[in-house]
Every structure is written in structure tokens, then in C-alpha cells.
């Protein structure tokens, strides 16, 4: 099991730029493909962004495309949402979720995949 702790969100303008950070212990993490996901009120989780346990391969939900940059750092145990140019439409409460795996380059987009959860952080965008 990894045990996860999300930091960063805030309240922020549009147009605005935030970093979210989810620190992970337990289960090396090393071993963990990493994703956001985020739920507004009253909304489905969503995903939002993915990276592989070796952090060469990422992916992203079309409305965070070219906003958002998902990275990880196995020395800090740690990955990263750094989320620029963003909109009212993106506030949600925001999870990082880790998936055990043996592949190197495999990343995930569905929220069942995911084994271990954060407790969230809010992040307010507003117009």
C-alpha cells in the first residue's frame, strides 16, 4: 500500500498558474504508475493526467492538453501537476491515485485501475 499526500491547491485567478504535489511512503513508489484525477461538485471523478512508473511516458485528458504537465520525482518519492493557464471550468477537488505495475511505460486513465488514493486538495479558479 502507498500512502499519499497531495499539496499545492489554492485559490487562483484565471489565466493563473498552480503546482500540486503528492508525496508518497509505504510501497516503493518506484514501482507506482502515478494520476490525477479531479471531481467538481456535483461531477464525476475525472481523470486528468498520467505518468508511468518510469516516468517516460505521459498522458493527459483532452481539456488539460497543453495546460497541464504531469512529472514525477522517484528520488523525492513525489509527482507533480503543474497546472498553467487556468480556467473557472477546472476547479475540483484534486487526487493524486498510484497503481502498482510492473511495466515500465504503461500509464492508466481509468480511476478503478488505481490501488491507492490521496485525501485531495480544492483548487478554485475563479473568473
Known amino acids: 500500500q502507498v500512502q499519499l499526500v497531495e499539496n499545492g491547491g489554492g485559490l487562483v485567478q484565471a489565466g493563473g498558474s498552480l503546482r500540486l504535489s503528492c508525496a508518497a511512503s509505504g510501497r516503493t513508489f518506484v514501482n507506482s504508475a502515478m494520476g490525477w484525477f479531479r471531481q467538481a461538485p456535483g461531477k464525476e471523478h475525472e481523470f486528468v493526467a498520467a505518468?508511468?512508473?518510469?516516468?517516460?511516458?505521459?498522458y493527459y485528458a483532452d481539456s488539460v492538453k497543453d495546460r497541464f504537465t504531469i512529472s514525477r520525482d522517484n528520488a523525492k518519492n513525489t509527482v507533480y501537476l503543474q497546472m498553467n493557464s487556468l480556467k473557472p471550468e477546472d476547479t475540483a477537488v484534486y487526487y493524486c491515485?498510484?497503481?502498482?505495475?510492473?511495466?515500465?511505460?504503461?500509464?492508466?486513465?481509468?480511476?478503478?485501475?488505481?490501488?491507492?488514493w490521496g485525501q485531495g486538495t480544492q483548487v478554485t479558479v475563479s473568473s
Open positions: 505518468i508511468s512508473k518510469s516516468g517516460g511516458t505521459t
Open positions: 491515485a498510484a497503481k502498482q505495475t510492473y511495466s515500465g511505460r504503461r500509464y492508466y486513465t481509468d480511476r478503478n485501475d488505481y490501488d491507492d
